[in-house]
């Protein structure tokens, strides 16, 4: 029988400077692509690379202007989440440099590297992410009080 080595690994508490490197070279390429999909969505719903009189010229093509509307509206909306996006991953790098990052906000315990590669702003771990979608599924149901 083998007598353990009392060699056993403590759980790590936060990411090596290396690793947060890593992460941090993820997050920039992502908030420059963010930026840049931003500028684009903002392009479109500003009308700020056209360059006709689509604008000022009178139409009665009520449909084609009831859908740039729409279209409008949504890059407006898709603009507005790409900005919140863009100020997770900067909050994101402030982690990093207070060596904070990839500290699960609920659990304490590191989120996985995997996990933080392919969302580098999350601040749950899984588990905790599991259980605020079960808490909020189960208060966001209604009550119908005919089955009391």
Do not use: W
């Not at 479109?44 to 000022?56: M, P, Q």
């Amino acid at each position: 029988m083998k007598k353990a080595t009392g060699t056993t690994q403590m759980e790590k508490n936060r990411y090596s400077d290396d690793e947060l490197e890593e992460f941090k070279g993820i997050i920039k390429k992502k908030i420059e692509k963010a930026h840049h999909d931003l500028k684009l969505l903002t392009e479109s719903y500003t009308n700020g690379n056209e360059h006709d009189i689509s604008d000022t010229s009178p139409t009665f093509k009520v449909l084609e202007e009831g859908y740039q509307v729409f279209s409008k509206e949504e890059n407006s909306k898709f603009a507005a989440r790409q900005e919140k996006f863009i100020k997770s991953l900067e909050n994101a790098l402030i982690r990093i440099e207070n060596k904070t990052y990839g500290i699960c906000r609920v659990t304490g315990k590191l989120i996985p590297a995997d996990r933080l590669r392919s969302v580098p702003h999350a601040t749950l771990s899984i588990e905790a992410k599991l259980v605020q979608v079960v808490t909020n599924n189960v208060a966001a149901r209604p009550v119908d009080h005919d089955l009391e």
